[in-house]
């Protein structure tokens, strides 16, 4: 999704610059400006973001750490009833919870109570990375694409370049979240020509007003 993110933003940039001026520099600049700002706002908003998440994980386990330590049996009853939910006699969620807690009560409870594993929390700086990254990857293909074809034919070919590069995210990401393809090729596909038609559109009518 960065990289998709990456290729529909400069995109659009550079072919609303292209759409006003044929100026190789002023396109670069603009690009290039469009990648830098980018990648650091998709860097920024995921460190914020996952860094936000971890608070809450670690304040939602240390709730859990005091009533582990202030109501012992309640806590063991409540685990017992969770896995009678999913499916367990009541003696043998009672064995199990009993077992698990002996084992690693913490851990037992952040599990199924929370969903949360204690020993692996989000690693914000993680997500940081990967995401600028993955914002550079994808903001490459149009800034070069717009920069490398002849002037009477950089914008054809930006487009064409872009769609394609769209396809092949938009099959890896159905790929991996096991989607429809079709589905989802069409919507990154569908949404990047929309957004260079419409930047495109608006950089030939600001160069048509002359500012």
Known sequence: MGANDGIVSVAGIVVGV???????????IAGMAGLAAGALSMAAGEYVSVSSQRDTQRATLEKERIELR???????RELQELYEAKGLTEQTAKIVAKELTAHDV???HADA????DPNDLTNPWQATI?????????AI??????????AHIRILLTF??????????????AKVSEANPLKATLRVVVGGAIAMLVTYSIGKLVAGIGF
């Open 18 to 28: 292209a759409g006003a001026t044929s100026s190789k520099s002023a396109i670069f």
């Open 130 to 138: 990967s995401s600028a990254v993955s914002f550079l990857v994808g």
């Open 113 to 116: 109570e929370l969903g949360i």
């Open 141 to 150: 293909i149009p800034l070069v694409a717009i920069l490398i074809f002849p």
């Open 160 to 173: 064409i370049s872009v769609l394609l590069a769209l396809t092949l995210t938009g099959l890896l990401s």
């Open 70 to 76: 202030d109501y012992p049996n309640e806590e063991l």
């Open 106 to 108: 913490f851990a037992a």
